[in-house]
């Protein structure tokens, strides 16, 4: 396993970038990436490898963007004037085209509450095992288990939405 | 019993994944070597909150922003173009790719792949036209991806190969800095004679020593596939290739044999061939031990 953090950066963060695109639905990420590791940097020694390096920074990951997004979400009540919706940002939709049904793919997602597209990303787009996702989504592994199928249904039914808009 | 949703989970799985420009990755490197572990959390607070409130100030002054910071200006903002297409070229019935009447490439068969020199190091570009705007005009080929633009070949046209043609060039592309889709223009005399886009495949998966010359995304999955490594510096006779999964257990363990050896034109250093087989039982994530050295995950 490797010991420093600069290992785990060439390891783990195409897992955390793909995460945090997916996520945010942005590829603005570099930030995101950035403070995550160093947030591990200075929590290192809390690491006691109970869990994998990479569960546990994707982990922080998701933390620092709720808590950001928490924090901006203040703001906003505050003064809902300066903010409007995130939509769908198009350059990410773009980067997805590969076949048309990776583009449909990615708009029911998109369709989806943050909690079930979080867990769709992690076990579907990662493929993080059952316990991996409990521990990232701070729940006991049979929970995770229902929360995904329910996502997956969720996922389905937003296709066949995403099918009829577009026929 | 396949589960009704085993599709579904296929097809997410096999959505794109992505990683950070190397300048970004570079970046965030270099923070973290110079960022010791005992970095004051908030000892920046005061100056954000402050710059917040600052910044609050101001956009009350401006007009109304649409999107901020996390919905903000993408790296991509170009509409998808058309892709190439592959046709047969008379008299010689060459397979080029490109687009009929207009515009085509001949050369490597296979998709382009980052970083990499070799796919596009021989390249036959085709021109269709008016003779008198194309032969002895100036080309260059641009490609655009995550807002950095890059020339992938530039020169003279000449007049046609073959009857079928009204211009051509040999020439070779600069490699492609990232992965994905890149959207190309040809121009002609400084104008835009044509746009098409192209998918590129992520880089080889490459250790210290050694690349492999496969894209994974291009290797059958569930049977033994022939795989050849590439090696930078002395020859060995054989070594020894583990495919990993992301967990790292292993799940195939082979050895390769060196095939032969090459002059590297670009860095006249000597490359070393080995060739061997392996089985990826599925699509996924996957690490190679090669020779002892390790590649970072990838996907097949």
Redesign the interface.
């Not at chain 2, 097809?11 to 950070?20: A, E, G, S, V």
């Not at chain 2, 109304?64 to 998808?80: A, E, K, M, Q, V």
């Given at each position: 396993m490797p010991d420093t953090i600069e290992e785990w950066f060439h390891l783990y963060e195409r897992d955390l970038t793909s995460y945090l695109i997916y996520f945010t639905g942005s590829f603005d990420v570099e930030d995101y990436v950035q403070e995550t590791f160093l947030i591990a940097l200075q929590k290192q020694d809390s690491f006691h490898k109970r869990s994998h390096p990479r569960t546990w920074l994707i982990s922080i990951a998701r933390h620092h963007v709720l808590d950001t997004y928490r924090r901006k979400k203040v703001w906003e009540r505050l003064m809902p004037f300066l903010y409007s919706s995130p939509p769908v940002q198009a350059s990410l939709e773009a980067a997805l085209i590969a076949t048309d049904d990776q583009h449909r793919l990615y708009l029911a997602i998109s369709k989806l509450s943050a909690r079930d597209r979080d867990v769709v990303i992690l076990r579907g787009i990662l493929e993080l095992s059952v316990s991996e996702t409990a521990q990232v989504m701070n729940c006991d592994t049979n929970h995770a288990r229902v929360l995904f199928h329910r996502a997956l249904a969720k996922l389905r039914k937003s296709l066949e939405e995403v099918s009829y808009e577009e026929a | 019993m396949k589960k009704p949703?085993d599709d579904?989970?296929e097809?997410?799985?096999?959505?794109?994944?992505?990683?950070?420009p190397t300048e970004?990755?570079a970046?965030?490197?270099q923070?973290?070597?110079c960022?010791s572990?005992e970095?004051k959390?908030y000892s920046f607070r005061p100056f954000f909150v402050c710059a917040a409130l600052l910044c609050?100030a101001f956009?009350l002054f401006v007009p109304?922003?649409?999107?901020?910071?996390?919905?903000?200006?993408?790296?991509?903002?170009?509409?998808?173009d058309k892709e190439l297409e592959r046709f047969l070229m008379s008299p010689r019935q060459q397979e080029v790719l490109g687009i009929e009447g207009r515009f085509a490439m001949l050369g490597s068969i296979k998709p382009f792949v980052a970083e990499d020199w070799r796919r596009g190091a021989k390249m036959m570009l085709f021109f269709w036209g008016e003779p008198a705007q194309l032969v002895d005009k100036p080309f260059r080929l641009e490609a655009v991806h995550?807002n950095q633009t890059i020339t992938l070949a530039e020169g003279v046209l000449s007049g046609p190969l073959n009857d079928s043609e009204d211009a051509h060039i040999l020439t070779r592309f600069a490699p492609f800095p990232e992965e994905?889709?890149w959207h190309v223009k040809v121009y002609v005399n400084d104008q835009v004679f044509e746009t098409f886009d192209l998918?590129v495949l992520p880089p080889f998966p490459k250790t210290e020593h050694y690349t492999l010359e496969d894209s994974p995304a291009e290797l059958e999955t569930g049977k033994e596939v022939d795989i050849s490594i590439e090696r930078f510096g002395e020859s060995k006779k054989v070594i020894q290739v583990e495919l990993q999964n992301?967990?790292g257990k292993v799940i195939d363990k082979q050895w390769f044999t060196e095939e032969g050896e090459f002059i590297d034109a670009r860095e006249s250093g000597i490359l070393h061939t080995f060739t061997g087989k392996l089985t990826f039982p599925k699509k996924?994530?996957w690490i190679l031990v090669i020779d002892g050295e390790k590649t970072?995950?990838f996907k097949n």
């Open positions: - | 949703n579904l989970e097809k997410l799985n096999r959505l794109p994944t992505f990683t950070l970004q990755k970046r965030i490197l923070s973290l070597q960022d572990p970095r959390k609050i956009l109304l922003r649409t999107n901020l910071s996390l919905t903000g200006d993408g790296p991509l903002t170009i509409s998808p995550s994905g889709r998918e992301k967990k996924g994530t970072q995950p």
